[in-house]
């Protein structure tokens, strides 16, 4: 299946571009925002060839992929006009409380974590050089390297200002600016003096609390959500005439005024009691955390609330320098979810379970344990008993001897160098025996629990498959399409586009048309709308499935020189009038106008035949023959 088809594939089954009000990426999965999850269809989604698996949480429809998710996350904003800014509408007020936080914190620190990760990373890489002796620590070169790798989380407030504007909805540029106020030269300089003079700051008269936000998080985020509401409200009531300039300079001047006086010291106080209760369980019982999160970050996983643990520790590397919390626990946990799929790889006796064990492992070990997770160890069950065995048990073990990392980075294998630091190699040969006992200990865990080969999922599927298709292939009835438009019959082959030429899409016909109004060419139902008007699904009521595409690219015109005539879910009889397409408009555009005719569900019928020889064909003329 190709990735565009696989797009096509996962908006029909979310219930379509309408149901659709966002969409982002994580690193493995598809996350939609959907209008209503009860149009979904969980089971289909997980037919599909590249979907690992289906989760509905934390306010999100997730389609999991994997690695390759970025690929067909492209392949549907290029096809459809969606992205992660558009608003969630009537969704929101169906949110519990819980999943609307867990909604905020993922929207707000997934974008920046890619840049945290690069500088985390570079930092580690820094300490790498010194130790071996390539770079000195008094060099201007390990000065600029380490500034390079500072940046990120000294100018934190800078970027969660952008992602958490983004979040809520209001101006990002604005939202950036509040987060500099708080980390601006002058401020911190100002805030240096008045604490070795033992005086205060007043603004207007207020008191400024002398605190340091640069490397901070909650500040700001508090900032922004105070921000979503005064923006707007601004908005609003502001003439046109002067909105332009006005909405953001008293926004800025309201927003900045509390955040300095008010929202910060707050933030910066919820901060301060945040890393004092972590500090205290660190010196009384600094095993507990990397226990509970080694066994439980599976179950956190599948709720959505991992993400929840995230800002604590970027907040505790900020602050402290090192994260205890988030990092070292997961890091075991991952690497025992990959033992454990590893160990069905091994011990399954069925082919496609063998290789997605063996696959998926790999990459859980690598720190992606999505594909692991809902592939194999949640489908039977023993392996993630046997993951959380392993995880608990290193997390004990990292705990009891104080492990922690210096850098932001994914928990995985790969994640070593991050625990060397200020505690020496003792602190990055501990993480290495914790690695090694949550993989070997999950791993020889399952191999003893073992799995059922009678209830194998992937052999109860196959033959619901093969079931379905059977019933499928012998309750089809013949079907006739006729002509959809006036013009020039050519095949399918020709279309100058690899997803319609190649057959990927389906069988079917090409024309090049003289005429852009297109009728239906058969009787059936809507079963596909777009927003740029340039295709339309039809399901016939003899049960073909049928795409007819206007054009080439032509989903980049956003719907200009389309008109559509119909509604999806929309009955329609033969000869009914679909689409009017501005063919001039679209060629003065620099854009192919060849249509292509395709049953999208080919697999289910043996023959699909072109019943016109004739060059030029009308509407209304025989086409296809679907048998």
């Not at 400024?208 to 005064?230: E, G, K, R």
């Not at 091994?346 to 720190?367: F, H, P, Y």
Request: neutral net charge; aromatic residues 8%.
């Amino acid at each position: 299946m190709s990735k565009n088809q696989l797009a096509k594939s996962i908006i029909d089954n979310v219930g379509g571009i309408d149901n659709v009000s966002g969409l982002t990426h994580c690193a493995t999965r598809l996350r939609f925002n959907l209008k209503d999850d009860s149009k979904a269809n969980a089971d289909d989604l997980k037919d599909l060839s590249k979907v690992v698996g289906v989760v509905n949480q934390g306010g999100q429809y997730q389609v999991i992929i994997g690695p390759d998710v970025k690929n067909v996350y492209k392949s549907i904003t290029d096809d459809y006009s969606i992205g992660e800014t558009k608003p969630v509408e009537d969704k929101e007020e169906k949110k519990s409380v819980v999943s609307k936080v867990l909604d905020t914190i993922v929207g707000i620190f997934v974008p920046i974590v890619p840049a945290l990760a690069g500088a985390g990373m570079l930092k580690t890489v820094l300490i790498l050089l010194v130790l071996v002796g390539l770079v000195s620590s008094k060099s201007q070169t390990y000065q600029i390297l380490n500034l390079m790798g500072d940046a990120a989380f000294y100018f934190l407030p800078v970027l969660i200002g952008n992602s958490a504007a983004k979040k809520f909805k209001v101006n990002q540029y604005v939202g950036m600016s509040i987060g500099a106020i708080l980390i601006y030269p002058t401020f911190i300089q100002m805030v240096n003096q008045a604490q070795a003079n033992h005086t205060g700051i007043n603004l207007f008269g207020v008191p400024v609390t002398l605190a340091t936000y640069s490397s901070s998080v909650i500040p700001i985020i508090l900032a922004m959500w105070f921000m979503s509401y005064v923006e707007p409200f601004i908005d609003k009531h502001m003439p046109s005439a002067i909105k332009i300039f006005m909405t953001p300079l008293l926004t800025l001047m309201i927003v900045g005024f509390s955040t300095l006086t008010f929202i910060g010291p707050i933030g910066y106080w919820l901060g301060s009691i945040l890393g004092v209760f972590f500090s205290f369980l660190d010196v009384h019982v600094q095993w507990l955390v990397p226990l509970l999160v080694g066994t439980f970050t599976p179950l956190l996983v599948m709720t959505g609330m991992h993400y929840g643990l995230i800002p604590l520790g970027i907040n505790q590397l900020a602050t402290q320098g090192f994260d205890s919390i988030a990092g070292p626990g997961m890091m075991v946990s991952n690497i025992a979810q990959g033992g454990a799929a590893l160990a069905v790889g091994i011990q399954s006796k069925n082919k496609k379970t063998k290789e997605l064990g063996l696959s998926t492992g790999i990459s859980a070990v690598a720190g992606i344990t999505e594909p692991a997770l809902y592939g194999v160890n949640m489908k039977f069950k023993k392996p993630l008993i046997s993951s959380m065995i392993g995880g608990g048990i290193a997390g004990l073990f990292i705990g009891i001897f104080g492990t922690v990392r210096y850098a932001q980075v994914a928990p995985g294998l790969f994640a070593l160098p991050s625990f060397i630091g200020t505690k020496g190699w003792s602190n990055f040969i501990y993480a290495v025996i914790g690695c090694a006992i949550s993989f070997v200990v999950s791993f020889v865990a399952q191999l003893i629990i073992g799995i059922d080969e009678q209830t194998d999922p992937d052999k109860t599927e196959k033959n619901d498959k093969n079931t379905k298709l059977k019933d499928v292939v012998k309750n089809k009835i013949p079907d006739t399409l006729s002509s959809p438009l006036h013009g020039v019959v050519t095949s399918l082959k020709e279309v100058p586009d690899q997803v319609f030429s190649s057959g990927a899409m389906g069988q079917g016909i090409a024309i090049e048309p003289e005429d852009g109004k297109v009728y239906a060419p058969a009787d059936g139902t809507i079963t596909a709308v777009f927003d740029s008007n340039h295709a339309i699904g039809i399901k016939t009521n003899n049960g073909a499935e049928i795409l007819i595409h206007i054009g080439l690219e032509t989903v980049s015109l956003n719907g200009k020189g389309f008109k559509r005539f119909v509604e999806k879910d929309q009955q329609i009889k033969k000869g009914d009038l679909l689409l009017d397409a501005n063919l001039d408009f679209i060629k003065e555009h620099h854009l192919k106008t060849i249509t292509s005719i395709v049953v999208t569900n080919s697999n289910d019928y043996k023959n699909i035949t072109a019943l016109s020889k004739l060059k030029e064909i009308n509407v209304g003329d025989s086409l296809l023959n679907i048998a």
